[in-house]
C-alpha cells in the first residue's frame, strides 16, 4: 500500500456551510500541481446497510479529488466538465478515512483524463481504482 506518512495533516475541505459539501466530512490532504489528496471520513449516516461507506459518496470524492487536479490543467479562466468516469470497487471502505489520490494521466486542449486511487486509510486496502475524462470548458 501506499506510505502516506509524507502527507500533510488533513484539514477540511475549503467550501461554504451552504453547499452540501459543507456539511460532509471531506478533508484535503495535498493540493499541488502533480497531485490532489482528498479525505472523506466515514460515519454511520454516510453508511450502507452493511456499514461500509456508500459507493455513491466515494464516487463524489473520486470526481471531487480528479475535477480539482483536472481545472488546474484547464487553462486559464477555463474550466472542466466531468465527461465520463469508470469506477472500479475492489473492497468496502469499513473504517476510512476514504482517501482518493488523483493523478494525472494526460491533459489536452479539449480534453484531460485523470487516474484516481482509493484506499481505506484504516485498514491499508485499496478500495477502488477510476479513470475520469474531463471536456475543457471555454473561458467565460
Known amino acids: 500500500m501506499t506510505d502516506h506518512s509524507e502527507l500533510a ?3 477540511p475541505m475549503t467550501t461554504t456551510r451552504e453547499h452540501l459539501f459543507g456539511s ?9 500541481d ?3 489528496v482528498v ?14 461507506l456508500q459507493g455513491g459518496l466515494v464516487a463524489t470524492l473520486i470526481d471531487i479529488a480528479a ?8 487553462g486559464d479562466l477555463a ?8 469506477i ?26 485523470v487516474a484516481v486511487d482509493v484506499v481505506d486509510v484504516a485498514a491499508d486496502r485499496h478500495a477502488a ?4 475524462s474531463f471536456a475543457v470548458l471555454n473561458a467565460r
Open 34 to 36: 502533480e497531485t490532489v
Open 9 to 11: 495533516e488533513p484539514r
Open 39 to 52: 479525505d472523506l471520513h466515514n460515519r454511520p449516516d454516510l453508511t450502507n446497510i452493511r456499514g461500509a
Open 79 to 86: 474550466g472542466a466538465a466531468t465527461a465520463d468516469m469508470t
Open 24 to 32: 460532509m466530512p471531506f478533508y484535503d490532504v495535498v493540493d499541488n
Open 129 to 132: 481504482r477510476a479513470t475520469v
Open 88 to 113: 472500479h470497487y475492489l473492497a468496502p471502505i469499513m473504517e476510512g478515512p476514504a482517501r482518493a489520490t488523483a493523478t494525472l494521466v494526460r491533459a489536452g486542449r479539449r480534453s484531460i483524463v
Open 67 to 74: 475535477g480539482r487536479l483536472a481545472v488546474k490543467y484547464a
